[in-house]
């Protein structure tokens, strides 16, 4: 039953033939072609879509279009009707308030709605107008500021002139079209007549499938096409790594995780979402699933994969010295055992796509961190050559790691190529959480000990790593995690494992860290278990053993350069001091139930891959109408690299950054520049980028022959180019065209140098590392059990700041994640498959948060710049578990901190005394 | 999908409801989450239009909040303190978005155990009027509530307000507090309020106390009733809650907390929110 329903949008009059119980969401985007409005959850649970309706702020998930008849509904498009940005969009822009930009139109309208009754909002109006909408990128202190500062008359930075690109605040440069609504994300640009794909799952951890036949359904069903099995895959295996692709597209008759892929339903979007599994000719036989770790490595436990004996995946180590020895006869000594549970990346916009054949070829369109790799996977899936597949990568509404496997991808080549047509999947939020990969759970043992003088002597560490149903990135967790467990510091000996074990739990991948938050916050227990037992300061004990240029890491490798983590303690020696004495204070005064406590994380992370081969391939161009093109493979997917890498470009060239334009990321027009994770994009895209635009500069300086020091101008279809003997003008439409159209082209690569790990796991692993270190002031309520993060002050040693707006966004944002991790994050599958089940930070939860910048330069990378990414999140939990500690005396062995686990610990605290 | 009905006046909708056979749609924001990635097929009657079923009203008796007034419209109206714990109950449904929209009569007749309306409107006193096309009747909110997802409400039947209780609005007051896991957008691990009377020497008169999250209907606690009944409001009254006060409780252990938790914490919060009446000026 469809009705007329009319109603005003943006002012202007809208009629729209509809169900009216359809989401006013999916009118505004499907009817209306508004797809500024996002969806993230359809259950009012995460606040992208807010639209105005009559000045006041709705979920438009929630909104039934027959509600809105006679009504007035503004959308972000709205705000911005020619084209300029608003000054609250404005404020987003100068401030840096959007990341990925998934959650800023809801964002936007949340504070549109606010300033219309309130022109001078405070933090507090702020956080409660917006605290329905979550933001997984930025930390919220940003939104907070743009929106209080709305009215303000400061200026986005957007020209800073050619040479000044790199370390200025530079506005980024894909800002408008995340303000306006104009940004094309996964769901976005679903062409009208495509097909649509709905990936059926298993409500079973564990059980044998049969499947019946679908002929009957199909053609009873209107509108549905087909139902797509294992036998219309042509290679039924995926995985990240080119050797043990362990993972089914759609079942062959074993599901291994709750989520696992059954079938895939084809038809229109109503038919295939009208279809339940139950619906279905699917018989599950259901068997007790392997929970955890101890379970699937017992002598009796079922093998999940054919060629994994023992359910062990792999196992990494790191050994270095006599570790037992040192141990058991060093003066202080500390042992201890950690617990970490699934965390689920809940980026905001889920997994979605379209795919299209074109001529023998096919061309997917995908939210991804991966191009590239998606690209190989694809034609691997499809078992035809790399170069007939084309990945064009849309905007990536978050990612986080969740996104460097294949999600949609797959199947939606599948289809394309036996339909002849295009098709389209957009994830559900409880497909997204129950099918994607998630943070490793893991359990850790581990000891460490320290001389007198609290210097280490020792350290071990044991990490049980539970990978889930399939390998995904296992192995790169049970590889790094190994090379960083002994922390940020100096210890002669080392004895490491990582181990990855199958269970029947969600496919655990890579996410933020990759294993090595879980790791710190053993280490850094450990680091205050010793500062304890020596009496000494616990930011002192961590500064007489931070590594330091010139001392061997765990794997032998000497740091020669950019090892900054003394200087990051040394900045923090302040506001340590600062912070201790008002808790100090606080406590005094306090004769409540609320303790203060201060807490330090101490971390180091190696950029890139571990002791593999990462190459970056980027390239810039000039073309005939003097329009600079740089050719990113880079996937921005909010942490920034389109805005970055095109400012270490454009200053290693010589022009200006306000003069480029990009594309990213697409395989047939960009070179791989491998996938953004690892904190790798900054550093070896960067060094690429900086080495193209050089490459770049030098082409047209040899076209004139001038010097090195001459003035590149650009002008329109001319470039001038100056020195101290000559003026050149070079008119770009006489000359010949070289590839991609462009008459000059730079090109630049970079493969970060590493040393293989030998089987001790000696050798240089990462070319460069990361340094940090947070504090944290916690207030506790002791009878409640809560936590609330007051304030963490981060000190990041990022070698150069390239944007130093974008570097604190990323640290925000990690901490953000990091505080999620410590106090409340926790995945259940089949409990917690949507947004309010599973909690992350709101407005209301966040701490203020201030960030130190060191910049202890490398020379390997672009203008000294190294990758901020990962470390943001992973010093945040140690550091909250510190401030636990101190302020409470509870020593926290298991993420998250929820309530009842610290109020049982103060309670059984109490009865010991 | 089925019919959608949209009335603008309540006979139309109570002989819509006769004909049975509909489900009905207010803000949304429970019927959407319950058909993520599923189209509607049932026929739906959107009651948002009947101006009849909303707003606030003072009324010889005490006031009448009408079933599909928005938890941002109590917040909005003017109420004396009696209505404080009520309306800080509205402040804390989801987020603004969720307050715009969300009814306070879909959030009882949801029934869920951590309806954030529940414990204020029984600490008021509140009885729902429930319409049929032939007739009216109310009954108190705490008899139409039956468990998890199950009231009173028939087929053809429809609740059309809330009626409250006349007190002093110079001597009432009432309360709410509510633990999360998080701020925002969250689900209540306990959830207690409270209204109390008193007299010109500060004595409670009559008082009313209700736990929310911790059974399957939020509770009332007589025995803290009546133990609180005669004091007079003066610092140190929260030592009058006592384990014993929460014996019939029965929270669950779930993901978000266990059961014990639950029931501590619940103490934790009533001590509170009575020292607070002690303290008041």
């Known amino acids: 039953m469809t009705s007329t329903i009319s109603f005003k949008v943006n002012g202007a009059r809208a009629r729209v033939d509809v169900s009216p119980v359809k989401r006013l969401s999916d009118v505004l985007r499907d009817d209306l072609g508004l797809t500024g409005t996002k969806v993230g959850c359809n259950a009012g649970d995460c606040g992208a879509c807010t639209v105005l309706l009559d000045g006041e702020q709705v979920c438009s998930c929630l909104t039934a279009a027959g509600q809105v008849e006679g009504r007035s509904v503004t959308t972000v498009e709205g705000l911005a009707p020619t084209g300029v940005l608003n000054d609250l969009q404005a404020s987003f822009k100068r401030h840096g308030a959007a990341q990925c930009g998934i959650c800023s139109p809801g964002m936007l309208m949340a504070a549109s709605s606010l300033l219309s009754r309130c022109s001078s909002p405070t933090r507090t109006q702020v956080e409660d107008a917006l605290g329905g909408v979550l933001c997984r990128c930025t930390g919220y202190q940003k939104i907070v500021e743009a929106v209080m500062d709305a009215g303000g008359q400061g200026e986005a930075l957007t020209c800073p002139g050619a040479g000044a690109a790199v370390g200025a605040p530079l506005a980024k440069l894909d800002a408008d079209p995340k303000l306006t609504g104009a940004e094309k994300y996964g769901a976005d640009s679903i062409p009208k007549d495509a097909l649509w794909v709905r990936i059926f799952r298993s409500p079973h951890a564990f059980a044998h499938v049969r499947l019946g036949d679908f002929g009957d359904l199909v053609a009873a069903t209107d509108g549905l096409e087909d139902i797509l099995t294992h036998e219309d895959i042509p290679f039924n295996r995926f995985g990240i790594y080119p050797v043990g692709k362990d993972q089914p597209v759609l079942t062959e008759g074993l599901v291994r995780y709750r989520g696992d892929a059954l079938v895939a339903a084809v038809g229109t979007r109503q038919a295939v979402q009208s279809l339940q599994l139950a619906d279905l000719p699917v018989t599950f036989e259901a068997m007790p699933p392997l929970t955890g770790v101890a379970e699937a490595k017992a002598s009796d436990a079922f093998q999940l994969h054919e ?86 990568p849309t905007a990536c509404g978050g990612g986080f790691g969740g996104k460097l496997d294949v999600s949609v991808q797959p199947i939606l080549a599948v289809a394309a190529m036996k339909y002849g047509r295009a098709v389209a999947c957009v994830y559900e939020r409880p497909d997204s959480m129950a099918s994607s990969t998630k943070r490793h759970p893991s359990e850790i043992t581990c000891r460490f000990a320290a001389d007198e003088q609290g210097l280490l002597v020792s350290s071990e560490l044991i990490a049980d790593f539970n990978t889930g149903a399939y390998a995904s990135w296992g192995p790169t967790v049970a590889g790094r995690v190994p090379v960083h467990g002994s922390g940020p510091y100096f210890v002669p000996n080392v004895h490491n494992i990582g181990r990855g074990v199958f269970t029947n739990g969600p496919p655990a991948g890579a996410f933020r860290g990759f294993g090595v938050p879980q790791a710190a916050i053993a280490h850094e227990c450990m680091m205050d278990d010793l500062a304890e037992q020596l009496t000494l300061d616990r930011l002192e004990i961590r500064l007489r053993n931070a590594l330091r240029p010139g001392q061997p890491t765990a794997t032998g490798q000497v740091l020669t350069h950019s090892a900054g983590m003394a200087p990051c303690l040394e900045a923090l020696k302040e506001p340590w001091a600062e912070l201790n004495r008002q808790a100090d204070g606080f406590n005094r005064a306090s004769s409540g139930s609320l303790r203060q406590g201060v807490g330090i994380g101490a971390m180091w992370y190696g950029i890139g891959n571990t002791a593999l081969s990462n190459p970056s391939t980027m390239e810039v161009g000039i073309d005939p109408g003097g329009q600079i093109v740089f050719f990113n493979g880079a996937v921005d997917i909010g942490q920034g690299s389109n805005t970055i890498l095109a400012q270490i470009c454009a200053d290693a060239a010589g022009l200006p950054v306000e003069a480029f334009t990009y594309i990213m990321g697409d395989s047939d027009l960009t070179e791989d520049a491998g996938k953004t994770s690892a904190s790798r994009q900054t550093f070896v895209s960067g060094k690429a980028a900086e080495q193209a635009g050089q490459d770049l500069r030098l082409s047209i300086l040899r076209h004139v022959n001038a010097g090195e020091g001459a003035r590149i101008t650009l002008l329109p279809g001319c470039l001038v180019v100056e020195d101290d003997s000559a003026r050149h003008e070079i008119h770009l439409e006489d000359l010949p065209r070289q590839d991609k159209g462009m008459v000059f082209m730079g090109r630049g690569n970079f493969d970060p140098p590493t040393r293989p790990l030998d089987e001790n796991g000696q050798g240089d692993p990462y070319a460069t590392y990361g340094f940090a270190a947070q504090i944290a002031l916690v207030e506790v309520d002791t009878d409640l059990g809560t936590t609330r993060v007051r304030k963490i002050v981060a000190a990041h040693d990022v070698g150069r700041a390239i944007n130093p707006q974008q570097v604190e966004g990323q640290i925000h944002g990690g901490i953000a994640q990091g505080m999620g991790l410590a106090l409340m994050e926790e995945y259940v599958p089949g409990v917690t498959e949507n947004l309010h089940d599973y909690l992350i930070p709101t407005f209301g939860d966040m701490p203020a948060m201030e960030v130190i910048i060191v910049e202890d330069e490398e020379p390997l990378g672009p203008y000294g710049a190294k990758g901020v990414g990962e470390p943001g999140l992973v010093p945040t939990a140690p550091a909250i578990f510190g401030a636990v500690r101190h302020a409470t005396g509870v020593r926290v062995t298991e993420a998250p901190l929820l309530p009842h686990k610290l109020k049982a610990a103060l309670t059984n605290q109490e009865a010991r005394k | 999908m089925g019919d959608y009905y949209r009335p603008a006046v309540l006979s139309d909708l109570l002989q819509r409801l006769e004909a049975g056979n509909a489900a009905i749609l207010a803000g949304g924001t429970d019927f959407y989450p319950a058909r993520v990635g599923r189209h509607p097929h049932e026929n739906i009657i959107d009651i948002t239009a009947v101006q009849a079923l909303k707003g606030i009203r003072e009324t010889a008796d005490g006031w009448t909040i009408g079933a599909a007034t928005t938890w941002a419209d109590v917040t909005a109206a003017e109420l004396p303190p009696l209505f404080d714990g009520l309306r800080a109950a509205a402040r804390e449904v989801g987020g603004r978005q969720i307050q715009n929209a969300g009814t306070i009569g879909g959030n009882v007749c949801n029934a869920s155990p951590a309806a954030d309306g529940m414990p204020a409107l029984l600490s008021l006193d509140a009885e729902v009027e429930i319409q049929v096309r ?148």
């Open chain 1, 307 to 392: 060629d994994k004996p023992g359910n062990i995946l792999i196992e990494g180590a790191v050994r270095k010295g006599e570790a037992k020895a040192a141990f058991e006869s060093a003066a202080a000594r500390s042992e201890g055992a950690f617990t970490t549970h699934f965390v689920e990346h809940a980026y905001i916009e889920p997994e979605a796509g379209w795919a299209r054949p074109v001529g023998d070829r096919v061309e997917v369109h995908v939210t991804t961190q991966a191009v590239h790799m998606d690209r190989d996977e694809i034609a691997s899936v499809l078992q035809i050559p790399k170069d007939r597949v084309r990945v064009i």
């Open chain 2, 134 to 281: 032939r007739g009216c009747h109310r009954m108190p909110v705490r008899d139409f509530v039956l468990g998890n997802r199950k009231t009173q409400l028939e087929a053809g039947e429809i609740v059309t307000a809330f009626h409250f209780p006349r007190r002093d609005p110079q001597r009432s007051k009432g309360s709410f507090l509510k633990l999360g896991a998080r701020r925002y957008l969250v689900i209540s691990l306990v959830m207690v309020a409270g209204s109390v009377e008193w007299d010109s020497d500060r004595i409670i008169t009559s008082c009313r106390i209700a736990v929310g999250a911790c059974s399957e209907v939020a509770e009332r606690l007589a025995a803290l009733e009546n133990r609180l009944i005669g004091q007079k409001l003066s610092g140190g009254l929260e030592a009058l809650v006592g384990d014993d006060c929460l014996a019939g409780l029965a929270p669950i252990d779930d993901v978000r907390a266990t059961a014990a938790y639950r029931q501590e914490a619940a103490g934790v919060l009533l001590r509170r929110l009575i020292r607070e009446w002690g303290e008041m000026a």
